[in-house]
């Protein structure tokens, strides 16, 4: 099988199909497309959501942090505690074990999460450190998504450009060969830099208290993939048009060196958000006001997935496994 994810035919068909029993205190539970639980408590509902860190080797406790609470900040919840497991192998020191942790705390700090709990655990079983963190937040049910409520027009907006996670780890992990290919300093410096705009709590909260029917993280198989996901949970199709998605200096030079597809590389850091036209219009006032680039950049339409004219393949296995 092909490194990444599971493709979503084979997702559904080995996971969800088997997954039979329901409980009615389950509000939400995992799909494509749905990536947290929802379980309830009454006036709120208990977002849970869980996610590894694989493809990375610098910065993977701030990345941690940041991956798990950017899921549940798209459903519009607040992120309160976390759970981290570490897996690694025995050439692991103790300073990597501490650096991971410092990261990882730094991180909570900023986002205000706290980590309480996990397992951390040296084993043969993995060839590189692995993380997998698990966070619990908290939400209204009254501000629960609604994405079946979705209509054809309702606009696709993005926030900030794309493939913001990926482009990080490239230019950390693969500095030297950036600069082998004359890849200028600045440029790869920018690129790091592009981590800092991994987080996407506050305008996950923002669209959520505004009450949009759908928002989506972008992961693995970067805008792509995200918007074919987005497709199959509000059961309608998408277009759009690539003119409008924004894609930093430092993401299209390294894309364009190694020979990758920036739209279908791993793109924590930048929110898929569907709504009406009405609400989309006040998001992006909102959202422009705290600084933050945001851009309409497609419709929903009745089914078909497209961008500008070409039809859009489902995600396969990333593009940073091509290159990491």
């Known amino acids: 099988m092909d490194i990444g994810k599971l493709p979503n035919d084979l997702l559904k068909n080995l996971v969800f199909d088997l997954l039979t029993n329901r409980r009615k205190d389950v509000l939400t539970r995992g ?21 590894p860190i694989t493809g990375a080797f610098n910065n993977i406790g701030k990345l941690a942090i940041h991956i798990s609470c950017n899921d549940v ?16 192998p025995e050439t692991t020191t ?19 999460v ?23 937040g908290r939400q209204l049910k009254s501000k629960l998504l609604d994405p079946k409520s979705i209509k054809k027009g309702y606009k696709v907006i993005l926030t900030k450009s794309i493939a913001i996670e990926g482009t990080s ?46 928002m989506h993280d972008i992961t693995e198989g970067g805008i792509f993939g995200a918007i ?21 200096k430092s993401t299209k030079t390294i894309c364009d060196y190694l020979d990758i597809n920036p739209y279908r590389l791993i793109a ?15 998001l992006l006032d ?28 489902p995600p396969e296995s990333d593009e940073l496994y091509r290159v990491v």
């Open 268 to 282: 924590s850091g930048s929110l898929v958000i569907i709504t009406n036209d009405e609400k989309a219009d006040l």
């Open 169 to 214: 780890i490239i230019a950390e992990d693969l500095e030297d060969k950036l600069i082998e290919g004359e890849i200028s300093r600045e440029l790869i410096e920018e690129g790091k830099r592009l981590i800092n705009k991994i987080s996407v709590i506050k305008e996950g909260m923002i669209a959520g208290e505004l009450g949009v029917e759908y």
């Open 114 to 136: 706290e980590i309480i709990g996990g397992h951390t655990e040296i084993t043969d079983a993995v060839n590189k450190i692995v993380i997998n963190s698990t966070v619990i």
């Open 73 to 88: 900040a798209s459903n519009g919840a607040e992120p309160i505690g976390i759970l981290l497991t570490i897996l690694a």
């Open 31 to 51: 799909s494509i497309g749905e990536d947290c639980g929802v379980i309830d408590f009454g006036k709120y509902g208990c977002v849970v959501s869980t996610d």
């Open 94 to 112: 103790e300073g990597d074990i501490k650096n991971i942790m410092k990261d990882a705390s730094c991180a909570s700090k900023e986002l205000n």
């Open 286 to 313: 909102k959202l422009n006001k705290e600084n933050i680039e945001c851009e309409i950049i497609g419709e929903v339409i009745d089914e078909g997935i497209y961008a500008d004219n070409e039809k859009v393949l």
């Open 228 to 248: 074919h996901e987005a497709s199959h949970a509000i059961n309608k199709g998408i277009q759009i048009y690539k003119e409008k998605i924004n894609i930093e």
